[in-house]
């Protein structure tokens, strides 16, 4: 079972940045998309941004130009950072991992991380 652990998230005032992190209890070298989710209170759950193994990366048209997505394969992490956030950036933000793990396919979730942002 692959294990993702989010970190990073808390409670910041409007125009202000946060980095995420995940970590990842296996390689992420191999033909694995990653991912960040979101989902806010009462609405579904949103891809915010994803990034491939080749290092391509794909963002919501809502964070795009304030956040930026990087993995570090060496270390099996993956993180976002999230600048001039706004309010309605106000989440539970969750990382997502798709592809080969070991030989095996699978999709797996982190937990969660809780990001606040107001005034």
């Known amino acids: 079972q692959v294990q993702l652990v989010e970190s990073g998230g808390g409670l910041v005032q409007p125009g202000e940045s946060l980095r995420l992190s995940c970590t990842v209890s296996e390689s992420i070298l191999s033909s694995n998309i990653m991912a960040w989710y979101r989902q806010a209170p009462g609405k579904q759950r949103e891809l915010v941004a994803l990034?491939?193994?080749?290092?391509?990366?794909n963002y919501a048209a809502s964070v795009e130009g304030r956040f930026t997505i990087s993995r570090d394969n060496a270390k099996n992490m993956v993180y976002l950072q999230m600048n001039s956030l706004k309010p309605e950036d106000t989440a539970v933000y969750y990382c997502?991992?798709?592809?080969?793990?070991?030989?095996?396919?699978?999709?797996?979730w982190g937990q969660g991380t809780q990001v606040t942002v107001t005034s």
């Open positions: 997502n991992g798709g592809g080969t793990w070991s030989g095996r396919p699978g999709t797996y």
């Open positions: 990034i491939t193994s080749g290092g391509l990366k």
